[in-house]
C-alpha cells in the first residue's frame, strides 16, 4: 500500500479499503500503532500552542491548565476510538448492514486520521489558519466514513442505506468531537 493510495482514501470505492481489509489489522495494532501515535498529536501541540502562544493567539488561551486539559483529552480521545468503534457495528448492524468488529474498528481508526493531522495547523500562531484546516479534516473524515460504511459492507455508489447508516455515525462523530472541544474550552 502507498502513500498515494491511502491519501485517495477519502474519494475512493472498493480498491483501497479492500486492501486495507484484506491486510487483516487486528483492534491492538489498530489501537497501538494508529490511534495512540495519532491522538498524541492533538493534546501536544494544543499544548505547545496554548504555552507558547497565549492570549495572541485566542484571548483567554494563555489562562488555561493545559497539563490537565491536554492529558485528558489525550484519554478521551482513546475512549472515543473504543466507542465509536462499537456504534459504527452497532448502527450498521441495525440497518441490516453486516460488518465486523475488526472492520468497525479499522474504520474507526481510520477516519478520525484527519482531524488528528488537522492539529499541525496549531504550529502556525493564527486561529484562521486552525479553523480552515479543522474545517477540511472534518470534510475529509466524513467522506472516510462513507466511503468506509460503502465499501467495507460491500454497497453500490449512491445506495440510500449506507448513506443513512453513514449520517447516524457523522452525527455521533461530530458529537464526540465537539464534547472534545467544549471539554477543552471548558476548564
Not at 501541540?45 to 493567539?57: E, N, P, R
Request: hydrophobic fraction near 60%.
Amino acid at each position: 500500500m502507498t502513500i498515494s493510495q491511502l491519501l485517495y482514501l477519502p474519494f475512493s470505492g472498493n480498491g483501497v479499503w479492500s486492501e486495507l481489509k484484506r491486510l487483516n489489522l487486528t483492534i491492538p495494532f489498530l489501537a497501538w500503532v494508529v490511534v495512540v501515535p495519532l491522538s498524541l498529536l492533538p493534546p501536544v501541540l494544543l499544548y505547545y500552542a496554548g504555552t507558547h502562544y497565549g492570549d495572541a493567539f485566542l484571548a483567554g488561551f494563555a489562562d488555561k491548565e493545559w497539563r490537565f486539559i491536554t492529558t485528558i483529552l489525550f484519554l478521551a480521545e482513546l475512549l472515543t476510538f473504543f466507542v465509536m468503534g462499537w456504534l459504527i457495528r452497532a448502527v450498521l448492524e441495525a440497518d441490516k448492514m453486516e460488518i465486523s468488529y475488526q472492520d468497525a474498528y479499522l474504520l474507526a481508526a481510520i477516519a478520525p486520521i484527519p482531524l488528528w493531522l488537522s492539529s499541525l495547523a496549531l504550529l502556525v500562531p493564527v486561529l484562521a489558519v486552525s479553523v480552515l484546516a479543522v474545517a477540511v479534516g472534518l470534510f475529509l473524515s466524513c467522506a472516510l466514513i462513507y466511503q468506509g460504511v460503502r465499501s467495507l459492507c460491500h454497497r453500490s455508489d449512491n445506495d440510500v442505506v449506507a448513506m443513512s447508516a453513514t449520517y447516524t455515525i457523522m452525527a455521533a462523530s461530530l458529537l464526540a468531537w465537539g464534547i472534545l472541544m467544549a471539554m477543552v474550552w471548558a476548564f
